[in-house]
C-alpha cells in the first residue's frame, strides 16, 4: 500500500551534479553518562552560526541563542590548577577553570519554555561562553550559537523543600546539580573546533 502522498504528488527528478557542490554540515556528537541520566552533544557548524543541542531526552527542548559582538574580548580564563588539596582529582575540578561568561552576552530565546529559567540562563550562559573560547582558539571568526537545551527534570524527595515559585541559589545548586553542570560542561569542552 503505498502513501496518499506518493499517489496525488510526482517528485520531480533533481540534477545529482548539483548536490555535489555542497558541503556537509560538519557535526560533532557525543553521548555519556552523567550522574546516571544518558546525555547526548550534537554541535553543527554553519557559516553564520554554531548550533549545540545537549539533551537528556531525546528532545531538542529550550532553544536560545546566545550573541556576543565581535568587538568584545574575551576576558582571559582562570588559571588550570589540575588537583583538588587533598591531592585527588574531582569530577568538579572543572569549575574552577571555567571562563565566566562577558556580561555583555545576550541570550534570545527562540523557541519553547522552561519552568526554571534561571538555571537554563546559567547552562546557556557558560555553554556558549566555552564554544566561543573554542571558536577564538581555532582563530575563526566569532558567530553566534544556538543552544537547544532540554534537561531530565529532577526527582524531587519529600526532603526537599522545594517550592518553585520560590527558588533560590542554593536549590538551584545543590550538589546533585552542580555534579550534572560540571558533567555537562566537561562534554561540551571535548569539542576541538570546525575542522
Known sequence: ???????SYQVPSQ???????IPPIETFQLRQNINGVETELLIQTFDDRILVIITQNGKVGYLTQASLPPQIPLPPPPKSNSQNENGNSSSLEILKVLPIPPSSLQLIPLIGT???STLYDLYINQISTLIFYIIEMSSLSRRNVVVGLSLKKRQLSNNDNYNQDEEDESEILNDEERERFAGIMELVSQWTGPQ
Open 1 to 7: 500500500m503505498s502513501s496518499l502522498l506518493e499517489e
Open 15 to 21: 540534477n545529482n551534479s548539483s548536490l555535489k557542490d
Open 114 to 116: 522552561t519552568t526554571n
